[in-house]
């Protein structure tokens, strides 16, 4: 393959040739009532079962966990613009105002971007609450200090005067952006949401897998895309050990395969939407600002094909016990009765409280 170059999506190529754990549900036979799994020696084999209630399978060893209490509250989450019942439910100095939360108003003092209400951000220079920067408006260090539906894009670390404001997906293939890797990023403000280092750093292609997912590997070598762009790039996955039965590994997905198109296509529907637009700056991409202004359903589905996306390997041809333990949220999610197989990831360094 001479004159093609090969780049590395989120980690340097790995020879692994692992040996993985092999996962299997059972119902009977666990050393005790609180087990959740455990290594059978004389199988090979971890056997697996759901904890019940609010309990949680906890990680004792690399072999063995137990079920552990985990309360269904947890107080201080939710951001301005998200639904609460009481003041303990919101973050920061936010109170709980006609069971929405309500953080501080512009001009007052404070200490972090949670403590503004809707529309704010906490200005650095004078540490107060002030106006979000609009589309196309100079001065931002962060996509916090741009309107919810915009990122920074960054032309300088230093001199913000050198940054704007830049709406999402907007950004045309090979249009600079400043601080993408040679492995390759998801990037928002790009059009095609992804960016490379290929020279020069711009938004770029975003490469799909050369062959039918779900693709079986043994190191990351095997996890290869097709030739994108103007100069035929070839990038790569890692291959990780699955959740299953037999011990399979799977090559991670490409931010331009279909599964992980489903994502995310939904993800620029949410931006799209004036939804977004109703929570803190740092809730922007949270749980609790898309299950107070979305639908149900439409919530649930975000986080099947989120998780889906992100952790392909792990989930493809695990059984439900597995993925109950390992995957909650995603289980919660899963439509069930029709035998269907938190929230955003960190997406663009935003909290997702």
């Known amino acids: 393959m001479l004159g ?23 119902i009977k036979g666990f050393p005790n009532q609180s087990t959740c799994l455990y290594l059978d020696n004389s199988t090979n084999i971890n056997y697996v079962r759901p904890c019940k209630d609010n309990y949680a399978c906890v990680s004792i060893s690399s072999t063995f966990s137990e079920c552990q209490y985990q309360s269904p509250y947890t107080p201080n989450t939710q951001v301005a613009g998200a639904s609460c019942s009481y003041d303990q439910d919101c973050v920061s100095t936010n109170t709980c105002v006609n069971k929405i939360c309500k953080g501080k108003p512009i001009y007052s003092n404070c200490l972090s971007h949670l403590d503004c209400d809707v529309g704010l951000y906490c200005y ?29 894009q960054v032309f300088s670390s230093s001199n913000p005067q050198n940054n704007v404001c830049t709406e999402y997906f907007s950004l045309a293939d090979y249009e600079v952006m400043i601080g993408c890797s040679q492995s390759g990023d998801i990037n928002y403000l790009c059009k095609s949401g992804f960016c490379a280092n290929v020279g020069t750093s711009v938004c770029h292609p975003a490469p799909e897998s050369a062959k039918t997912t779900p693709v079986i590997c043994l190191k990351d070598s095997y996890c290869l895309s097709k030739p994108i762009g103007a100069s035929g790039m070839i990038f790569n996955t890692t291959c990780n050990c699955g959740f299953n039965d037999r011990s399979e590994m799977f090559c991670s997905l490409f931010p331009g395969d279909s599964v992980y198109n489903e994502y995310d296509s939904m993800v620029r529907d949410w931006i799209e939407s004036d939804d977004i637009l109703k929570c803190n700056t740092y809730g922007r991409f949270g749980a609790g600002c898309m299950k107070t202004h979305w639908s149900s359903s439409k919530y649930k589905e975000f986080t099947r094909k989120m998780y889906k996306a992100y952790n392909y390997a792990q989930i493809i041809t695990t059984d439900d016990c597995m993925i109950e333990i390992s995957f909650p949220e995603y289980f919660k999610a899963l439509d069930t009765s029709s035998g269907a197989g938190f929230i955003f990831a960190a997406l663009l360094g935003l909290s997702l409280v």
């Open 124 to 152: 650095p220079g004078n540490m107060t609450c002030v106006n979000q920067l609009k589309k196309g408006y100079i001065g931002c260090m962060e996509d916090a200090h741009c309107v919810n539906d915009a990122g920074c």
């Open 4 to 26: 093609v170059k090969i780049l590395f999506i989120a980690l340097a190529s790995r020879t692994v040739f692992a040996t993985c754990p092999s996962y299997q549900c059972e």
